[in-house]
């Protein structure tokens, strides 16, 4: 078959070169509008279902609200886990569902099964909402605004009611949440005592507000001719309008709203606030749909704003853009890989020039190497695949692989021609070159798709990360093999059938003459070999002990997220002044672009945080080097630590989102306590939290569920209450009414829905030790104060109440570096393992280092099962154990120079360096596949006797295809290497690096050791010296 | 030994209570304070006047002129039956000119008379309270007057449940149109509104505006808290709630705060009113006690 597809090429070689156009057309306009990402979706398909319950207290919300949501979802089919976090007003449940549920299946589940939930929820509960499924990395864009013209309430209209549609409707869009500013609110502020002296309660107060501003359809008259529609047009929609509607109208006694109550408009209870720059401001947050392209949204989104943008000086506005644009970490990632890959192509020409010196050759290589890449792009995009810096990582990883291809055909035609009688026909003797390699070559790729087949079964969230990565190594792997047997023998015909067959460089000659010099004298000491060979193994093993671990290197995006906390209860207004000195202090660094800070949270947005939480999103200016990005995030930590007291943590973006999506802790460490009431987890946590703190590098000791906060508690007397004739409900409803307001109705301006509440006036609500003054009024028209029917007295409150699993949870978690993760976590399991933990208490840990630890067992159990696939394999092409002996041999020694490189390098063992080890693997197994093939090709085909001289002569012919793949490999590579750790190449880089280690001592054992051990062992038959 | 044990032990005893409310200092820079927008001012004397809300209805006054004029014709005609009695006994015991039967007829009539007048003025007391008798025949003749001519308004004062009203003599009434008017009270009312659980209390208003309470109509009303007193002023602004108490950061030097908790204190719309612990010149924090806690108490650390 392999035979009749090459011949099929040389016969009809014009159709294949335009085929192979044609694609390379194809594949360069799909270039243009390729969907681009930064990193591929690696939050497993969940739903988050946010429940707003205004007044109500976090215990309250995990009682009547959360619990109901949980046990309506835990049931559902396809869910893995259910976490919750009840506070103050609102309940978020997260539903994770199992790994490669279809999201939008697993949101209609969610769906369903909240309807069922629903009826049971309180009537002051609103009806729970499915947040919008929205891409991996989320943040699509956040743009802030401020005003020295406009109120904050004007600018919140303007961005709430103007701006917001306007970036909802642009394609990929998910949402956009809005924080900071005033949002307004008609209050109708009762006067009690008005309404006592006029005998009127709260409730008819409510029901007249309601009746002032109902819309009611009038239908339509059928004439003869004509349908005439009835617009009725009788809605209150100003103060003024609903001041005028009458409460009570009895024995000519009209009595007007104006009579007991002021209708004013008023800021509705703010959850959440922002500051852009160090000033008060408003801010909208866009998160992308799942699945959609970044790049091209935020483009679309920055085309909508430069439309709006000639308007804003009018109205005295000053758009902040770029607050934080993800967008920018995958251009420069992009362009940084672009740029690293243009110098690898150029290195990579320079060295297939002075290997062969003929351009024609050259050329074949060079149009062979970016097709297979090409094709390999086009059929990541139809298996739903993005280029993302994974898929690209693997391409550059797969170039060593691709490269060999292009080179191992070309030179052996090249060489084959050399020899070729001048009778032979040109195409017999490329079909022969051709043959002679490809099959060693096939079994070579299969053996580096086997090493990579591990990687491709990984799940989780390192699935997610490296599955796109050994797709597109695997892919293009392949696709350059089927290149190699079809377009580059027909172009190497063409291209090489009349012209004359260059002649070996004269310094390849040198070189070989000289390799040859030195392999004779390693025929004769193969053990000595063998003995530094496992020295060298051995050393390297050790060396890998001593490394530490980290799941994913710290990204560079140039921007950063910093999360603070004050104590539970702190009010916006003191998070703001909190916002904007350090705001202040945070543009005073150089190099820091924009700040801008999010306070509280905002209704259906992503962060659930209470007012004393707030996140800042820190842009840093562009092309900043990862040394100064070091430094200044060292410069933000003494800014944060300034502030005493206050919690906080300094996170990147994606760091951040991957913590998230891990555990939903974005520290690197979670540990999580079950099995007791609030009081004995608290008390647990507490000692954790000290322990932990003891821990070297266990930074940001926090206990996710924070303090308590102040509170004033209503114990109702139930027998006061019955004697005055008051219900638990009305007194309840009075209290609501009072300090939160009860949206009575809401009307409706042109483009704008605002809330009418009523509450009673400010001053009398502003006060916590005079809530017991608070008057209700009982049905029967009984009047006395709170504190006559009711226990008043300050007290503390539950911040936050955690489920997981339905069962209630504390967490303390720690944010030790990414290269500290594995090492503090088990001194922290070991600290923690002396605790004399209370009865039915018990510790789960979670985090980036469980996950890395479950990855790489997941690796190692997976290489194992591949491990037996490749000796399958091998033993299926030499059917002899011999040499599959030899060919796994070789590959630790290669393995050696990877370890060297790690060690050089920071000594910290990424997945990605483990990928670089894996990949190293297959290039070593195929060096020695492709030397062990020749000498048996020599020895059994060509009929040459066992001898070192054949061994020397097969390794000779050699020299020129494992260098060259060696130096093309390793410049290709050599830009990524040395970028590592800069904004893009995180991931690839350290994979560059040990690619590159292992590619000098690989080579060094194909060209030096190989020959003697394939002499010592290859064998049965005593040797034979020269 | 024992002995000096001893008295370090009372020594500690004693100290305990003095410490008890005390916190530990917190320090904070002078530029970071700037930066956080700490403020401190003075704390000042003054006099805490706590009001409390109550309700007033203007009362129909008829059936009260009804039973002063009731009690006025009642006094004349015992007046006049005294005085014929005493006539008729005094001929009777001087000349027999008058039979000892009219005599001791007059002497009955005389009787009855004021037993008609005290118990019209039992019935005074009874349905408008002991202060009503205690006003004396001129008082009541003029109030009588008064009511009859506009000049004064009888209200009700009530309160929920009842509170305040002991010992009330004047209160605020907030007379749509006209503004503030002051009310006398009278004395307690003798029957109790059931809706407020109040047992209430009957005043007047005397003046113009007297003509326009009128009967039935309830207006609110600004009942003095008795006992508010001198103390200091802490503005509404430097309080801090947590840990179920309510505190008050004292600066100590620039840059040292002290948390001191907040007793013996009277709250009024103003501000809060204490009249221990706290003296007047003292600084305390006005704006930025949350900043404070939070340095005081990192958060992250055990939870109080």
């Known amino acids: 078959m392999l035979n009749a597809i090459v011949r099929a090429c040389l016969r009809y070689p014009r159709l294949v070169v335009l085929t192979a156009v044609a694609f390379f057309i194809y594949g360069a306009l799909f270039l243009t509008r390729a969907p681009y990402d930064v990193f591929p979706d690696f939050v497993p398909a969940q739903a988050e279902v946010q429940t707003e319950a205004p007044g109500l207290s976090a215990e309250q919300v995990e009682q009547l609200i959360t619990r109901p949501v949980e046990q309506a979802i835990n049931g559902a089919a396809g869910v893995e886990t259910v976490r919750s976090k009840s506070q103050q007003g609102l309940s978020v449940v997260t539903v994770v569902f199992k790994s490669g549920i279809d999201p939008y299946r697993s949101r209609q589940i969610v769906s369903e099964s909240l309807s069922e939930a629903a009826d049971t929820l309180p009537l002051s509960a609103r009806t729970p909402r499915v947040a919008p499924l929205t891409s991996s990395t989320m943040d699509l864009l956040k743009v802030g605004f401020t005003s020295e013209r406009l109120s904050p309430a004007d600018l919140r209209d303007w961005v709430q009611w103007r701006l917001r549609p306007r970036l909802m409707s642009v394609p990929g869009v998910a949402r956009a949440t809005v924080y900071g500013g005033v949002v307004r609110r008609f209050e109708v502020q009762v006067r009690p005592d008005d309404l006592q002296t006029r005998g009127l309660g709260l409730n008819e107060v409510v029901t007249a507000v309601q009746g002032s501003t109902a819309m009611i359809g009038g239908g339509f008259i059928d004439t003869a001719e004509q349908r005439i529609l009835i617009e009725p047009r009788a809605q209150a929609t100003t103060p003024a309008e609903i001041s005028e509607v009458v409460v009570r109208q009895a024995n000519g006694v009209v009595v007007h709203l104006s009579d007991v109550a002021d209708v004013v408009e008023a800021a509705a209870p703010d959850v959440g606030d922002a500051v852009i720059m160090g000033k008060p401001g408003v801010l909208i947050s866009l998160s992308s749909q799942y699945g959609a392209n970044t790049l091209a949204t935020t483009r679309a989104v920055e085309a909508a704003l430069a439309e709006i943008r000639p308007s804003l000086g009018a109205l005295g506005i000053t758009l902040h853009e770029n607050l934080h644009r993800p967008a920018n970490f995958i251009e420069t990632a992009l362009r940084g890989i672009t740029e690293d890959l243009l110098i690898g192509a150029l290195l990579i020409a320079v060295v297939l020039f002075v290997f062969m010196g003929n351009a024609r050759t050259v050329l074949i290589s060079f149009v062979t190497i970016p097709l297979s890449l090409l094709l390999t792009l086009l059929v990541l995009d139809r298996l739903g695949l993005s280029i993302n810096t994974m898929t690209v990582g693997g391409l550059a990883v797969a170039l060593g692989v691709v490269v060999d ?168 207004a003191t998070l703001r002044r909190y916002g904007e000195a350090i705001s202040r202090d945070l543009l005073a660094i150089p190099g820091v672009a924009s700040v801008e800070q999010q306070i509280g949270r905002a209704e259906g947005g992503e962060d659930t945080w209470g007012t004393e939480a707030a996140e800042f999103h820190v842009e840093l200016r562009p092309h900043l080097s990862s040394g100064a990005q070091d430094e200044i995030q060292a410069k933000v930590h003494t800014v944060l630590d300034s502030y005493p007291g206050l919690q906080s943590e300094v996170l990147t973006f994606l760091g951040d989102r991957i913590g998230e999506s891990l555990s939903g802790e974005t520290a690197a460490l979670a540990v999580n306590i079950y099995g007791a009431d609030h009081a004995t987890l608290d008390r647990v946590a507490d000692e954790v939290a000290a322990r932990m703190e003891k821990v070297p590098g266990a930074t940001d000791v926090t206990r996710s569920t924070p303090p308590q906060t102040p509170s004033v508690r209503i114990d109702v007397d139930m027998a006061a209450a019955a004697a005055n004739g008051l219900t638990p409900q009305e007194i309840g409803l009075a209290v609501q009414t009072a300090y939160q307001g009860n949206r009575a109705a809401q009307i409706f301006e042109t483009e704008r829905a605002v809330d009418i509440a009523v509450t009673l006036p400010i001053e009398q609500r502003d006060s916590p030790e005079t809530v017991g003054e608070l008057l209700l009024r009982g049905t029967g028209g009984t009047l006395v104060h709170l504190s006559d029917v009711a226990r008043v007295y300050p007290s503390q409150a539950r911040t936050s109440i955690s489920h997981i699993g339905g069962r209630l949870v504390q967490t303390v978690t720690a944010n030790p570096t990414p290269s500290e993760a594995a090492r503090v976590t088990s001194a922290v399991k070991t600290e923690l393992a002396k605790m004399a933990l209370p009865k039915g208490v018990y510790l789960e840990y979670q985090g980036v280092s469980a996950a890395a630890d479950a990855a790489r067992w997941a690796l190692l159990s997976l290489c194992g099962l591949a491990f037996a696939g490749i000796v399958a394999l091998l033993l299926l092409a030499f059917k002899d154990g011999r040499a599959v002996a030899l060919v796994l041999g070789s590959v630790p020694v290669a393995l050696a120079g990877g370890v060297a490189a790690v060690a050089l390098t920071g000594a910290t063992l990424s997945l990605g360096s483990l990928v670089g080890f894996i990949t190293l693997f297959g290039v070593a197994a195929r060096n020695a596949i492709l030397l062990i093939a020749h000498t048996d090709h020599l020895t059994q085909t060509e009929e040459q006797p066992w001898s070192t001289a054949v061994v020397t002569r097969a390794t000779r012919e050699k020299v020129t295809p494992i260098l060259m793949t060696a130096l093309v490999t390793a410049l290709g590579l050599l830009p990524l290497a040395v970028q590592s750790g800069q904004a893009g190449r995180e991931i690839q880089g350290p994979m560059a690096l040990v690619i590159l280690g292992g590619l000098i001592t690989s080579t060094l054992m194909s060209l030096f050791v190989m020959p003697s051990l394939i002499w010592a062992f290859r064998q049965k038959r005593p040797s034979m010296l020269v | 030994m024992n002995v000096r044990l001893a008295v370090v032990a009372a020594c500690v005893f004693l100290a305990l209570p003095l410490t008890a409310g005390a916190q530990a200092p917190v320090k904070l820079s002078s530029a970071l304070q700037k930066r956080l927008g700490v403020q401190t001012a003075p704390l000042q004397a003054g006099t805490a006047s706590a009001d409390l809300k109550g309700f007033a209805k203007g009362l129909d006054p008829s059936p009260l002129v009804a039973l002063l004029n009731d009690l006025e014709a009642a006094k004349a005609t015992a007046r006049l039956s005294q005085t014929e009695a005493d006539r008729t006994k005094a001929l009777q015991a001087l000349d027999n000119t008058v039979s000892r039967k009219v005599a001791d007829a007059a002497a009955l009539q005389a009787l009855l008379d004021n037993r008609k007048v005290r118990a019209f003025q039992q019935r005074l007391a009874l349905e408008w309270g002991p202060a009503f008798p205690r006003m004396g025949n001129a008082g009541l003749d003029q109030l009588s007057r008064d009511l009859v001519s506009g000049e004064v308004a009888l209200l009700r004062i009530d309160s929920p449940s009842g509170k305040n009203l002991l010992g009330l003599k004047t209160l605020t009434l907030d007379l749509p149109g006209t503004g503030k008017v002051l009310a006398t009270v009278i004395g307690p009312a003798r029957t109790a509104d059931p809706l407020m659980r109040s047992g209430g209390l009957l005043a007047k208003v005397s003046g113009p505006q007297a003509k326009y309470l009128t009967p039935d109509l309830t207006l609110p009303a600004t009942l003095p808290v008795q006992g508010g007193g001198q103390g200091v002023w802490i503005p509404a602004s430097a309080l801090l709630r947590a840990e179920g108490r309510v505190w008050v950061y004292v600066t100590r030097d620039n840059e040292t705060f002290i948390r001191r908790p907040l007793a013996n204190s009277v709250y009024t719309p103003q501000g809060v009113m204490v009249r221990s612990g706290f003296s007047v010149g003292e600084r305390v924090v006005t704006v930025g006690s949350a900043a404070l806690y939070t340095a005081e108490n990192p958060v992250g650390g055990a939870d109080k």
Not at chain 1, 447 to 454: D, F, G, H
Not at chain 1, 508 to 531: F, G, Q, V
């Open chain 1, 405 to 572: 291809d292009a080179v191992i055909d070309v030179e052996n035609i090249m060489r084959r021609l050399r020899v070729a009688p001048a009778s032979e026909a040109r195409a017999q003797t490329v079909l022969r070159a051709v043959l002679e390699v490809r099959g060693p070559v096939i079994y070579a790729t299969l053996v580096i798709v086997l090493v990579l087949a591990p990687v491709l079964l990984m799940e989780g969230l390192q699935g997610a990360f490296f599955v796109p990565l050994a797709a597109a190594f695997c892919l293009a792997t392949l696709i350059s093999l089927g290149v190699s047997m079809t377009l580059t023998p027909a172009l190497s015909y063409l291209a090489l059938r009349s012209a004359r067959v260059p002649t070996e460089p004269k310094f390849l000659e040198r070189l070989k003459d000289w390799h040859t010099r030195r392999l004779s004298a390693t025929y004769t000491a193969p053990k000595i070999l063998l003995s530094l060979c496992a020295v060298v193994t051995l050393v390297a093993v050790v060396g890998l002990s001593f490394f530490s671990h980290s799941l994913l290197p710290a990204f560079r995006e140039g921007h950063y997220v910093l999360q603070i906390a004050a104590r539970p209860g702190t009010s916006l």
